[in-house]
DNA sequence: TTGTATGCGTTATCAT
DNA sequence: ATGATAACGCATACAA
């Protein structure tokens, strides 16, 4: 076609038409022009092929149409979930979504943050593990799991609700020897309140409980250590195991069939999140469901029509059981 | 809303400094400038924290640092994979990544086609089930899978050399016969050739097989059927079974042993992607692996170096055949 | 080397 | 309602 002829513009389109550029221009946008002019414009533009320039138009505008991302990675499936909800919540709304993998790195945090800001992008979403994460006022971000602090809304699910979900779920069936497994970050972040959650439930009820908690990047073998310790005559002490996540409670899981401990026969076990095999089918245990699609919808939500300046600072939404095999049915 | 003074722009750096407006450019671009002028402009920017608004400098160079990606969901671990493994190679390259989830909608990729091309990107990789996807030729656009024609060149594993992998491992591993089972378009596209690889090696080392073949959107319990039928006395007649992605061999392995049949004792199962238990962790199944960061950096490549026009139509990558717990050791 | 002026494609403010 | 024109923020050719 166009033999590398740069793309048409406006003024093209114009020319084309016999109309002026700015009757063009309103065309485009949708302003009331008369009905000749009109179909005389998209005439043009068909046959031009032509597109508006996004760029020319967001410089002028100062709306790019253009939320930035920011996540550790995609493969966890937590992750990767959370990003297609917030990918459709956008698209719902005429955006689109600049998707950023930090790795978990602090410094690629804050570098991404900058790029976004000069991508002048309308709003910033992000599940950041930096807790000194700079962000300049003039664009809104929204904060996911970590609370920044009251000037920067945070959204997460109910992680301390989730955490008394769990223990009650156990309790309820049966369970009367508790234990929580968590493997996590010592800042202070929203999912950390799940072992709150969980210590509140097992006080109330009356059930003792015993806390294994780790840092980040420790290797999964200080759990099976611990698990080991607590297993007499084939017999563990616990009966219950609430998993900070279901990526642990599967490991869990595995650990306790290859020690000859039946789940959930033996040991009832919960996990977080609510990941799915293949991402829509069977939970992979039982499981704590984070509310994705709402968490992304607020987030989305508060970005773009809020003045974010007087959103509410923390925002939890509920979570629900969701059986998965490792429980009790 | 806190102080609405708008970002600094350039004449502001220059003021500041004291310089002028080009000598701010320049050195925003690392183009030499007399040294005290150097020090002076990155004080004014450091005092000011300015950024480069980029669709000011995007719409004067038409050089936008973007590509825009196209899949169908981020959900399915395979695809999430693929996209990390995209944003790593362009994050490298110092892209950004557009990403678009299409749901496998080809009304839905085409619109974003044109947001893409709209949006000025510097190139477009997409995994598409349109086949009439129409493409404005001023975009360089690479496919994943999919082989649009020679004028648009697709990336993709060695489906063929895939499928006789795993018909050769499923011999090798004692299998004497096999089935392969399918899911998917009815459209020609790259891995539809995963079949005729099988058919290809079952051939060449006479061992009998038999295909069972649906459309995409058919129920699993279509093979679970199939499955029963070649059920004879707790017996099923093959022995070896390669399934065309590793989310088809989850649900085979899951109905043949519920209904009885041992996996990998009595039949043995590869599937195809190398899909691992939350992006890192062990794979599903005996599984043919794609080389998905090559995959990746293949068509980050190829939109961002070659001139594209005469890259090859079509380049395969090499697969490799992964132990997953069903196959024998 | 540094500064000035022009234009990228669009929107918006004007007269008409 | 329509058409001319001035910005938007930056890069760059050209002048100093």
Redesign the pocket.
């Known amino acids: 076609m166009a033999e590398t002829t740069?793309?048409p513009?406006?003024?093209d389109v114009a020319r084309e038409a016999g109309?002026?550029?700015?009757?063009v221009?309103?065309v485009?946008?949708g302003i009331?022009?008369?009905e000749?002019?009109r179909v005389r414009v998209e005439e043009a533009v068909a046959k031009l092929n032509?597109?508006?320039?996004s760029y020319?138009?967001g410089?002028?505008?100062n709306r790019t149409y253009t939320v930035a991302v920011l996540v550790p990675n995609l493969v966890s499936p937590f992750f990767a979930k959370l990003v297609n909800c917030l990918n459709r919540s956008l698209s719902a709304r005429k955006h689109r979504m600049l998707l950023f993998a930090t790795d978990y790195d602090p410094a690629q945090e804050q570098e991404y943050v900058i790029l976004a800001e000069q991508q002048k992008v309308d709003g910033i979403i992000c599940l950041s593990y930096n807790p000194a994460l700079k962000v300049s006022e003039s664009v809104p971000l929204v904060s996911i799991d970590r609370y920044f602090g009251a000037q920067i809304p945070c959204v997460s699910s109910d992680n301390y609700g989730g955490g008394r979900l769990a223990a009650e779920k156990l309790i309820e069936n049966g369970c009367r020897n508790l234990a929580f497994m968590r493997i996590g970050s010592k800042l202070t972040n929203e999912p950390n309140k799940r072992k709150d959650g969980f210590i509140s439930a097992c006080e109330a009820l009356n059930v003792p409980y015993t806390l294994k908690m780790v840092d980040d990047f420790t290797p999964y073998s200080a759990f099976e250590e611990f698990l080991r310790e607590h297993l007499r005559g084939g017999k563990l002490d616990f009966d219950g195991i609430f998993c900070v996540t279901d990526a642990l409670a599967y490991q869990t899981v595995r650990s306790l069939r290859s020690m000859g401990v039946r789940v959930p026969e033996d040991v009832q076990i919960i996990g977080f999140d609510g990941t799915q095999y293949f991402g829509d089918q069977d939970y992979f245990c039982s499981t704590i469901v984070q509310p994705l699609p709402e968490i992304a919808e607020t987030c989305v939500d508060m970005i773009l029509e809020k003045g974010l300046s007087k959103a509410p600072s923390l925002v939890c939404l509920p979570v629900m059981y969701a059986y998965g095999g490792t429980t009790k049915a």
Chains 1, 2 share one sequence.
């Open positions: 740069s793309a513009t406006m003024k109309v002026a550029l700015g009757t221009s309103k485009m946008n009331p022009v008369g000749s002019y032509y597109r508006v320039n020319a138009k410089l002028k505008t």
